[in-house]
């Protein structure tokens, strides 16, 4: 065996490569998550799983993206989107209102108060919905726990206004009935093609009368959702999942499935989507993906027994998404993602290739939201066939609505920032350069793009390399960063770990791979 000292074998190299295109892993320790998962990212889109698109985004400002001819006063509290039509619920002040937009147009044909039916709202009111058709009619349902009434658009210019003996906290459409769970638990449904016939006396000794009826959950203190999944309505309570089954008196049934397992109660988020025939919902600890034949599995972060990963996902969310300490956000979804809204940003899950991705949303600092809160609304377009949004801005007074083509506004910069690499310190291991392998969207582009560098002691990224307007060539492109001597040897001043930043303004750019070039201090072999 020889020993090689650098004084005899200078400028020995080693260089390790990464490709992080499989997402981000905001749950595990930063040092332990895999090589090509980001610990962060914004602004940062797979592109043909080869490589990382950052891009700030266009101005959101362009016609093509708007939805509305002129913004809608007040905020939304629901929509639903029938043909070519999209139906809101919508506040302005303490009045409600239904208001139909034609999506092709952008142009309001309804606009009907809620007034006489509702009364007096509050900005803070919850509202479901849903859409009922009948062998007539089609129908777009809403419902708020504050009121014993249903009130449904029919496309007309009148208001249907259904009386109940019960405040309904969830809605949902199924085997040509509504079904309806109230603020205990107790489960509700109307009578077969009919809107307006349901149970309408206190709780007594049959569930079924005139083929509407009830089922009272005794064992629930409360139930918290409902979502029919196949030929089967499901519902949850905080620690347990029913399935209710059949479609007449003969045929119904209910039996509890699953235990232990449910959706916390808060009407003030949407946790619950149905895609592809599986169901996605949000429990207090994470994400859970439920076919209804196999027992839920947890989607939003690895879980690893034994030593091996069992559920496929090297991705993740934050342990803690919100200030209480538990996940709370709106779940959306359409044919390929799940779109998990927090604030302003959201989450967003390929179905298909298991992986998580951190997207910008609406946020402050553009001509719509400037830096006023915002209520984002996805809603699925059945005219474009994708999942679109509408954005109410809360600018006290003046509270205004738009609908865009898109999911994310124009932010300043797009970045990643890769895993936190571990030192080895018995290698002894000193780096000395970055090399980026990039490509930009044509050879008229002009990017602006800085590399960092932080370790645990620093406060903050440390610019290593900027290129301000860097025109690109639409080719291929290789940018070779040398690290400053005062961060090159980082194994040397005892860091444990390092991490790299990628930052693009302007126009967008390709990122393919990462190398990190070494240079050995002293190797044995």
């Not at 005899?8 to 040092?31: A, F, I």
């Not at 809605?171 to 489960?187: C, G, K, S, Y």
């Not at 006396?201 to 079924?208: A, G, Q, R, V």
Request: proline share 3%.
């Amino acid at each position: 065996m020889r020993s090689y000292h650098r004084s005899n074998t200078p400028n020995q190299k080693q260089v390790d490569m990464s490709r992080p295109v499989l997402g981000v892993n905001e749950y595990n320790w930063e040092t332990e998550i895999h090589d090509e998962v980001m610990s962060y990212a914004f602004g940062a889109y797979p592109n043909k799983d080869e490589s990382i698109k950052l891009d700030t985004g266009d101005d959101e400002v362009a016609a093509t993206d708007k939805v509305f001819t002129t913004a809608i006063a007040g905020r939304v509290l629901a929509a639903e989107c029938v043909n070519n039509y999209l139906v809101m619920l919508r506040i302005d002040g303490t009045t409600c209102y239904v208001t139909r937009v034609n999506l092709t147009t952008g142009v309001v044909a309804h606009d009907l108060s809620l007034e006489d039916e509702w009364g007096k709202q509050s900005s803070s009111s919850k509202v479901d919905s849903c859409v009922f058709n009948t062998e007539a009619d089609t129908f777009v349902v809403f419902a708020t726990p504050s009121e014993k009434k249903l009130v449904a658009y029919d496309f007309s210019a009148v208001i249907v206004t259904v009386d109940l003996a019960f405040k309904p906290k969830k809605i949902a459409a199924h085997t040509n009935r509504v079904f309806a769970i109230d603020n205990r638990h107790t489960l509700w449904w109307s009578g077969k093609g009919q809107l307006d016939t349901w149970y309408d006396t206190n709780l007594e000794e049959s569930f079924i009368l005139r083929d509407s009826g009830y089922w009272v959950l005794e064992n629930e203190s409360y139930l918290s959702d409902l979502a029919p999944l196949g030929t089967s309505l499901y519902i949850f309570s905080d620690k347990n999942i029913y399935v209710f089954r059949g479609y007449d008196y003969d045929s119904f049934s209910l039996q509890k499935i699953l235990s232990n397992i449910g959706i916390r109660d808060n009407t003030a988020y949407r946790r619950m989507t149905v895609t592809n025939n599986t169901m996605y919902f949000v429990t207090n600890n994470g994400i859970y993906e439920f076919s209804g034949n196999d027992a839920p599995r947890v989607i939003s972060r690895p879980v690893v027994i034994n030593g091996n990963n069992s559920n496929s996902i090297i991705g993740g969310l934050p342990k803690t998404v919100t200030n209480d300490g538990e996940f709370d956000g709106n779940i959306y979804s359409d044919s390929s993602h799940l779109y998990f809204y927090t604030d302003r940003d959201y989450y967003r899950f390929d179905i298909f290739e298991r992986s998580w991705w951190h997207m910008p949303g609406f946020q402050s600092g553009n001509s719509y939201t400037s830096t006023n809160d915002v209520l984002q609304l996805p809603y699925w377009n059945t005219l474009t066939e994708e999942l679109n949004v509408l954005v109410s801005s809360l600018k006290s007074g003046n509270e205004q609505i738009y609908a865009f083509n898109r999911l994310s506004s124009q932010v300043d910069s797009a970045y990643f920032i890769t895993k936190a690499f571990n030192i080895s310190p018995s290698q002894q291991m000193s780096l000395t350069n970055v090399v980026l392998q990039v490509m930009g969207e044509s050879s008229s582009a002009v990017s602006d793009i800085t590399i960092s560098l932080k370790t645990p002691n620093m406060a903050d990224f440390v610019a290593v390399f900027t290129d301000t307007g860097r025109e690109m060539t639409g080719g291929m492109e290789l940018i070779n960063v040398y690290v400053p001597a005062q961060y090159s040897a980082i194994s040397r001043y005892g860091y444990s770990s390092y991490k790299i930043k990628v930052e693009v303004g302007g126009d967008p750019v390709n990122v393919f791979n990462i190398e990190r070039h070494f240079r050995v201090v002293g190797r044995t072999r």
